[in-house]
């Protein structure tokens, strides 16, 4: 089984914001810390960008309608029961050990409300962008780092709310926002299937790029991967030292 491992550089012009959130009594966003000098882009946020990503790519309705729609015929899920053993493994955890046998499904036991589940399953355990961002039931194909920026410049910018619906006239309300001033942020990613949809989310993020954290109405956040200054490595057996290669040759 092979793996491929990446380090990857994103270039910001306008930095960025991970929440964070808001403390009581005070009217500032924040961004996460950790200790006095260090910021952090949780593994989360990344995760939830390059999946938005590799949503756009795939652009498929089924996809955004959350695999509720379309039926799937038991013999077909049957198929797929009895040629792989992960598969019938969830289906049991999710579904139940009365209905998925070891003969395949229990048509007896099988009532309207299992058979939408299964469906569901079945569906999301063939889509691209479960099987490498993982969904309720299952585990993806992508694990990532947090990100953490040493000695970051933290400025705090004002901005003005005005309640438009307000009788008595606009009527603003001042808040303050942090932003973390770097022009560079790194993060290490293992991908172990999927790399089609990968690469072309790479790809988008390289022409295109994307917004992480808050306030991306505002412009905030928004990041073009570098891919003079990344790398990867495919590795095909787990004991060898990964060697690193210029991403520009992954994605030409
Ligand atoms: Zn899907």
Redesign the pocket.
């Given at each position: 089984m092979s793996i491929q491992v990446f380090r990857l550089n994103f270039r910001l012009r306008t930095g960025f914001r991970v929440g964070g959130g808001q403390e009581v009594g005070d009217n500032v966003l924040r961004q996460l810390r950790i200790g006095a000098d260090e910021v952090m882009i949780p593994a989360s946020s990344w995760k939830g960008m390059f999946r938005r990503v590799s949503e756009i790519i795939f652009n498929?309705e089924?996809?955004f309608e959350g695999?509720s729609k379309k039926e799937v015929d038991v013999k077909t899920i049957n198929t797929l029961l009895k040629s792989d053993e992960k598969f019938r493994r969830i289906a049991i955890s999710e579904i139940g050990k009365d209905v998925i046998t070891q003969n395949g499904i229990n048509v007896d036991k099988l009532d309207s409300g299992s058979l939408t589940d299964l469906m569901k399953l079945y569906?999301?355990y063939n889509?691209?962008?479960?099987r490498l961002y993982g969904s309720n039931y299952f585990a993806g194909g992508i694990t990532i780092s947090d990100s953490v920026i040493r000695d970051s410049r933290i400025m705090e910018r004002i901005h003005v709310t005005i309640e438009r619906k307000s009788k008595k006239g606009s009527e603003g309300h001042l808040f303050g926002e942090e932003i973390v001033d770097t022009e560079k942020i790194e993060v290490r990613v293992i991908v172990r299937n999927e790399f089609e949809l990968w690469k072309n989310t790479l790809k988008f993020l390289k022409e295109i790029g994307y917004f992480i954290g808050g306030s991306k109405s505002r412009g905030i956040g928004y990041i073009v991967l570098d891919e003079k200054e990344s790398e990867y490595a495919v590795i095909n057996n787990v004991i060898e030292t990964p060697k690193f290669t210029e991403l520009r040759e992954y994605l030409s």
């Open positions: 498929s089924e996809h695999h569906n999301e889509c691209p962008i479960e």
